[in-house]
């Protein structure tokens, strides 16, 4: 039998000098649901239970892989996105909370609409973001882009167990002359600079993709400016809902502005930062 009790306390004081103790709770709470298999009232009870050397062994290994600061989601293989299961590794961004506010915003204003309509996501990753938009909004047809084949792969993989279609596209936004027609546009371009590396922690810099992040110090807008001058080539211009960095936030709402746009509006994430502009 295992003491609970005891395997969390040794979990905790095993990775306290790399996390903090919140964080180290949940994880904890994470493997234990997934690889040790424990439902959540086992866990409340913090009893003895039984559990064979295979998830003992997995739990070990899964410690030690925290210990090397490796992501969680890439341990379990899997995160957590609208809730839905999004497989992940290191060849996609990690799925962020605040990108579940943008596709909550496209969903408030689309979900009434009963009409068909199109919708590109560029820079797909994952496919988090069009796998949940596809999921709550039937009625559109969606499109996912990407510069990486092995982001396109995985997110081929999670749009099929995920149930739903989505076509797509592999291209290079920046090398892209005309985009075809849609009614709306979605994306969570790279946008942070390399100057900011200082500030990131090793689990992000050494575990996800750089072309997923980082954008050249003196252009940092350059996705930005794409998407304006893509949108502009249509014959209806498309609604844009991106995510933006909060350190750029303004800079970003006015090239949509100089561009042309009169609708701009930046709103901000959970934790109180600009991070979301619609434009049209
Ligand atoms: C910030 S990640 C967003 C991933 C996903 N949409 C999400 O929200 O989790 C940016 C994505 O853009 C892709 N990307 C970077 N440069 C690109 C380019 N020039 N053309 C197309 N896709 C690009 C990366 O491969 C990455 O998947």
Not at 162 to 188: A, F, G, H, P
Not at 211 to 225: E, G, K, N
Not at 258 to 272: A, H, I, P, S, T
């Amino acid at each position: 039998m295992t003491d609970l009790k005891a395997l969390r306390a040794d979990f905790i004081k095993t990775l306290n000098s790399y996390y903090d103790k919140e964080e180290i709770i949940n994880f904890f709470s994470w493997l234990a649901e997934d690889i040790l298999e424990l439902k959540t009232h086992q866990l409340l009870l913090n009893k003895e239970v039984n559990l064979d050397e295979n998830k003992l062994a997995k739990f070990k290994s899964a410690t030690e892989r925290l210990q090397r600061q490796e992501p969680i989601q890439h341990i379990l293989g899997y995160t957590e996105f609208f809730g839905l299961k999004i497989k992940v590794d290191s060849s996609v961004l990690i799925p962020r909370p605040e990108t579940e506010e943008l596709v909550q915003w496209v969903i408030d204003d689309y979900s009434a609409k009963n009409h068909q309509f199109s919708l590109i996501d560029l820079g797909t990753g994952s496919g988090c973001i069009p796998i949940a938009l596809a999921r709550q909004l039937p009625q559109a047809k969606i499109k996912a882009l990407d510069v990486s084949k092995e982001a396109l792969s995985l997110a081929a993989i999670n749009s099929k167990e995920n149930n739903v279609e989505i076509e797509l596209i592999e291209e290079d936004i920046l090398e892209l002359e005309y985009l075809q027609e849609v009614d709306v546009l979605v994306s969570n371009p790279p946008y942070v600079k390399y100057d900011e590396q200082e500030g990131m922690s090793n689990n992000v810099l050494k575990n996800e993709p750089h072309v997923a992040l980082f954008v050249y110090d003196d252009d940092p807008l350059v996705f930005y400016r794409k998407i304006a001058e893509l949108s502009l080539k249509q014959k209806k211009r498309p609604v844009i809902y991106v995510e933006v960095s909060q350190y750029l936030a303004n800079e970003t709402r006015d090239l949509f502005i100089n561009y042309g746009f009169d609708q701009v509006e930046l709103r901000k994430d959970f934790r109180g930062n600009d991070r979301m502009l619609k434009a049209y």
